[in-house]
Each structure stands twice: as C-alpha cells, then as structure tokens.
C-alpha cells in the first residue's frame, strides 16, 4: 500500500469503520441505569479550639462518633487541628461541619520523629483514652445552623 493510500486511510476512515468507532466509545460510556448516588444529609459547621497541655496541636487527627447510628452511607465526621489549634469537621466536603446529633470525639496525635535520615510518625502523644470512643469522655452536640464549641484543653 502506497503511503499517500495509507494517509487517506488514516485521515479519512471509511463510515463502516466510523460506525465501529462510535459504538465502541457509546459501549465504554457509563449509561447510568447503576446504582445511583445516596443523597446527603445536611451538615452544619462546626468549630472548636482544641489543645494539648494549653499547647495547639497541629496535625492531630480528630473523629467525631455518633452516638446513635447516622444512616446508611453517611461518613463519619473528621478533621486535622491546624497550626492555630483550631479544628474545621467535615464531613463530605473540607469544612462542611457534621450532621446535627450528639458525638463522641477521639483524638490522637502522632509528633513526627527523626529516625535516621527519614522522619516517621511517633507514638500518640494525647492519653489513650482519647483514642477509643468507648473511653473517650469528650462529647458534644452538633445543632443546626453555625456551631462554635468551647474550646477542648486534654
């Protein structure tokens, strides 16, 4: 084959060959007769200050436990305490807050340590009972509308 044939062929390919092609794309799409997304349950912002000895703890890692079941596919609220102690929940979305109820919150906190020529996460720094929902003794009510929680000190 000559190439100014095989160029005719790649640049202008016949309909059969055009028809092959789209069937194979709308075969590949996603046709949306799956299961379809669970709907969101409201959240509502949440803020509180939490610290450490009356130290920030940034980077700690805070979880907030429902203390009746939330519903099928609801995530459980989260956040990172920022430099400034401050922690933002989210839920779905970075800073969404959390669904209104009464929660059970766990922290824990691993300080990076050198460890050689790499740095590692160390041990929790926070009591474990921080740790566990079931011993954990901080709790608090998430309400609709804006929530500003006073600030926790472990």
């Known amino acids: 084959?000559?190439?100014?044939?095989?160029?005719?062929?790649?640049?202008?390919?016949?309909?059969?060959?055009?028809?092959a092609g789209l069937l194979l794309a709308l075969s590949l799409m996603p046709i949306g007769c799956g299961e379809r997304a669970k709907p969101?349950?409201?959240?509502?912002p949440a803020e509180v200050s939490l610290t450490f000895k009356g130290?920030?703890?940034?980077?700690?890692?805070?979880?907030l436990h429902p203390t009746s079941p939330p519903g099928e596919g609801v995530p459980t609220p989260r956040a990172?305490?920022?430099?400034?102690?401050?922690?933002?929940?989210?839920?779905?979305?970075?800073g969404d807050g959390a669904p209104s109820g009464s929660y059970v919150v766990t922290v824990e906190w691993y300080k990076?340590?050198?460890?050689?020529?790499?740095?590692a996460p160390g041990p929790n720094v926070v009591p474990a009972?921080?740790?566990?929902?079931s011993t954990s003794d901080l709790?608090?009510?998430?309400?609709?509308?804006?929530n500003?929680?006073?600030?926790?000190?472990?």
């Open 1 to 19: 084959m000559s190439p100014s044939i095989l160029r005719a062929c790649v640049v202008a390919p016949s309909s059969n060959a055009r028809r």
């Open 80 to 94: 990172s305490v920022g430099g400034d102690g401050v922690v933002s929940v989210s839920t779905y979305d970075a």
């Open 139 to 146: 709790k608090i009510d998430i309400a609709e509308g804006e």
């Open 112 to 119: 990076l340590v050198k460890s050689g020529g790499d740095v």
């Open 40 to 44: 969101r349950v409201p959240t509502f």
């Open 148 to 154: 500003r929680l006073p600030p926790i000190n472990l």
């Open 55 to 63: 130290q920030p703890m940034p980077g700690a890692f805070v979880t």
């Open 129 to 133: 009972k921080f740790a566990s929902p």
